[in-house]
């Protein structure tokens, strides 16, 4: 049985019945590792472990002994703390580094019986978007190899759109989750903050980070959402009762003819299907959430990689941390950051205190005001661009910056600590993947789940990438 055909849950099924053996699902996952491993999108993996692993888990099912997960394959991305494999976040000062504690995300997916796989290549630091790694290499995107899967969870979205695992994780900071499920084709989920452990992690910023999930359908994140959050509620979205709002000032504005082109034939099928939709603008979103993104984060990464590098004893100096940083682009930042240009306390505390207060209170706001259950728009304005344009990418003719291009419209959202969910919207006429996000109000995971699952119903499956 090819387990790349199996939704999660008939692999479940598949397994719980005996119809599937949880070691031929390991020799699977190593056989599909070596098939693919063009796109790098692997740093660590031990196939001696994982057959080890599955046989331990097919006596547990010998047992009796069912889990909810019970032998799904997950990867993890190199910036979640796991025992079994190092944790270096892609960054050559890190690379020995050997936690000795599993990141409470990934206790959760072992007790649940998930099968981990090994851990996910990103961009250095998870500091960037294109997952164009100057130390582990290139992340390759599945649907156009000289392309980048987005990032900084670039190697996560990619091993589950080329079909080497059904599940991964990944985290994101303003779009690390959802730029690459959108680019690579795949759905990306980035919940409320708090909803998942946050312990044990190379935080880019406490304030914004969490750790998020990648899967191939909204279906297939549900069950692995319910063990992460533990708390889950699974809910049944009702179409007729459904108002959904299309942000177009500004989240569509500015977009690349493809992506644009796409979203509008997506608009018209949730249009058909019944899907109430109501255009209603967010037109000083963007402004106040600059007033918020880089000062946090910049300032926060400072004190974050200083004391993951000091409570895990790795015994070096953040100045020489950053001095080993192999991507022109991490390095850059980081010595910005640590210089001249730092981020003043003043502005932190101004943006922490004042500004993201009032951009919480606009999306609230947003929606109750509006009765609004959710509002969607395209996760990222542009299709994925080639392997290497790290400062500037051509959008209609024009050049313009790679970053903030691609983070635009999903930065808001994380700011505000809101569930977003990325699912795929359709193949542009280059090939190329676009998707559309679904964001809802802080705390109501289940019910942005279950829009997701609504939609993706609805909206036409793309064509894989191997397909």
Known sequence: MDTRQLSVTNFLQAVTSGSLS??????QTSAAIEDRKNLNTIISSNEKLLAENALTLQQKLSDKNILPLHGLPVLVKDNIDTEDFPTSAACPALSEHQPKVDAGVVRRLKE???LIVGKANMHELAFGITSNNAFTGAVHNPYNESCIPGGSSGG???????GIVPVALGSDTGGSNRIPASLCGVC???PSLARYPDDHLVNLSKTRDTVGIFAASVDDIIPVDAVLAENAKPVHAELQSLRIAVPRDPFFKDLENETAKVMETTLATLNNAGVNLIEIDMPDVFLLNEKISFPVALFENIRELREYLQVNKIGITLEELTDNIASPDVKHIMQAALGEQNVPEEIYLEAIKVHR???IKMYADFFSDNKID???YPTAPLTARPIGQDEMVEVNGQQVPTFPSYTRNGDPSSNAG?????I???LASNGLPVGLSIDGPEGLDDEVLAIGSLFDSIIPKIKGPFA
Do not use: H, K, N
């Open 22 to 27: 949880i070691t031929e699902v390991a020799e």
């Open 112 to 114: 649940a019986g998930a």
């Open 156 to 162: 996560s979205a990619a091993a589950v759109s080329a």
């Open 188 to 190: 990306g989920f980035r």
């Open 357 to 359: 207060p009032q951009l």
């Open 374 to 376: 959710a509002m969607i």
């Open 418 to 422: 809101i569930p977003s969910l990325s």
């Open 424 to 426: 795929p919207a359709g």
